[in-house]
Antibody
Framework: QLQLQESGPGLVKPSETLSLTCTVS??????????WGWIRQPPGKGLEWIGS???????YYNPSLKSRVTISVDTSKNQFSLKLSSVTAADTAVYYC?????????????????WGQGTLVTVSS | EIVLTQSPGTLSLSPGERATLSCRAS???????LAWYQQKPGQAPRLLIY???SRATGIPDRFSGSGSGTDFTLTISRLEPEDFAVYYC??????????FGGGTKVEIK
């Protein structure tokens, strides 16, 4: 059964770069049927898609975050990573990684299943 | 960007009752590319429905999805104690600009 696990610092200073890694176990990140995505949830609020990556390195980003986000993949380690630069308190959230169903050419990104347990990242000095 | 509006914000019901949750899109969602998720406190979301009406693996048949265009519904036919949670819709018809709704909390009356 596929499992995803987020890891990284729980506290980041304002203006610095948030870095998280998602390790995939129980399956290959190199599957042709899936992208691999990051989603975040500020405390007490709703869900926001950050971006997704294919094993080849092809990426899609949320336009509202695109200028600050970089997602990369390491197929040899079955991992993918998130970097979010110039963070502020508004970036404080639980960050989830998830398998992202690859859909059709006209709408390449589908639904998320399964999700990692999530990791809380607080931006504070 | 397609904006998804979920209503009501909170639904207060008793176990055994029927729950009807709405997700309305600001513009038509292509080919009913809409998913529903359940989230319990302290847990990650869990996929319930994709393609507006297809149940994900292992999801009980008391959960059903319907709708097309701009109006979608998640129905829980008879609420079980474990169904009290927050539910989110997500559209992927206009990906890569995919978006989530703001959520509906189903609470015990």
């Amino acid at each position: 059964q596929l499992q995803l696990q987020e890891s990284g610092p729980g506290l980041v200073k304002p203006s610095e770069t948030l870095s998280l890694t998602c390790t995939v176990s129980g399956g290959s990140i190199s599957s042709s049927s899936y992208y691999w995505g990051w989603i975040r949830q500020p405390p007490g609020k709703g869900l926001e898609w950050i971006g997704s990556i294919y094993y080849s390195g092809s990426t899609y980003y949320n336009p509202s975050l695109k200028s600050r986000v970089t997602i990369s993949v390491d197929t040899s380690k079955n991992q993918f990573s998130l970097k979010l630069s110039s963070v502020t308190a508004a970036d404080t959230a639980v960050y989830y990684c998830a398998r992202h169903r690859r859909w059709i050419a006209a709408a390449p990104l589908g639904w998320f299943d399964p999700w990692g347990q999530g990791t809380l990242v607080t931006v504070s000095s | 960007e397609i904006v998804l509006t979920q209503s009501p914000g909170t639904l207060s019901l008793s176990p055994g009752e029927r729950a009807t949750l709405s997700c309305r899109a600001s513009q038509s969602v292509s080919s009913s590319y809409l998913a529903w998720y359940q989230q319990k406190p302290g847990q990650a979301p869990r996929l319930l429905i994709y393609g507006a009406s297809s149940r994900a693996t292992g999801i009980p048949d008391r959960f059903s999805g319907s709708g097309s265009g701009t109006d979608f519904t998640l129905t829980i036919s008879r609420l079980e104690p474990e169904d009290f949670a927050v539910y989110y819709c997500q559209q992927y018809g206009s990906s890569p600009g995919l978006t989530f709704g703001g959520g509906t909390k189903v609470e015990i009356k």
